[in-house]
């Protein structure tokens, strides 16, 4: 990839237990991109987001972000170093406040990122204005998306990996879902996603890596993707 590259998977291996999860995953995103993780429940997607974070010990392989290894790296270390991670689980303090789980999220973040506020929060998603002094364990499961992912940005990072962020939610609140992420983007934050919702993939993504039994099989531009059927239906569909 050109010499534009932020993040860097080389070769990452994963095990839970005694079952190999991640075959030599190898993949790129580059400054300023989108970059989709797709494929079927099981792939190794979100495997691989758990990987780069040191929640899944990497058994072989290099992370690399901006020219420093991780590979090996505490969770909390990765994270100060420039890398922020939206799980699936969402995983918000639940008996804490919307203000009070947004300022957990603080942090000085990585040299040379954009920097953000709690009220360019509320800008994203009004609702959580509404709701600011609201305990998250009250919040519907959209309201607590919307807490993770600005929770996780309030570090400042370089790159921000997140793990099905519409999984579950109603259409309208998908849509505002999309359209944070890509202005997201274009305010500088590179962007790792896992998301099942093709349409909305392949939308804000400038690439796209396909996965399969742990390793990647398709790598390129969203069109290249939806233009090789054969891809398509080996990969993707259901």
């Keep these: 990839m050109r010499d534009t590259s932020l993040l860097t998977i080389d070769g990452l291996h994963a095990h839970y237990g005694k079952s190999h999860i991640l075959h030599g995953v190898t993949f790129q995103v580059g400054q300023g991109e989108v970059v989709s993780l797709l494929g079927r429940n099981g792939s190794g997607r979100s495997t691989t987001l758990k990987a780069i974070m040191g929640l899944v010990p990497p058994t072989g392989g290099h992370i690399v972000l901006r020219g420093k290894e991780l590979t090996g790296a505490r969770a909390f270390t990765i994270c100060r170093s420039g890398i922020a991670y939206v799980p699936e689980e969402r995983e918000v303090f639940l008996n804490l406040t919307v203000d009070e789980n947004l300022r957990m999220g603080e942090q000085k973040g990585a040299e040379g990122a954009a920097r953000w506020t709690i009220e ?12 600011r002094n609201t305990r998250a364990g009250s919040l519907s499961g959209g309201e607590q998306q919307m807490l993770t992912m600005c929770r996780s940005l309030l570090g400042n990072p370089l790159v921000i990996l997140i793990d099905e962020p519409t999984e579950g939610l109603a259409p309208k609140i998908v849509t505002v879902v999309g359209e944070a992420i890509a202005d997201i983007n274009r305010r500088g934050v590179s962007v790792l996603l896992v998301e099942q919702k093709l349409t909305i993939a392949l939308k804000v993504s400038h690439r796209v890596c396909v996965m399969g039994h742990g390793r990647i099989v398709f790598e390129g531009a969203p069109e290249a993707l939806t233009s090789n059927a054969r891809l398509m239906e080996e990969w993707l569909a259901v």
């Design 120 to 131: 360019q929060m509320f800008d994203y998603f009004p609702r959580l204005k509404e709701r």
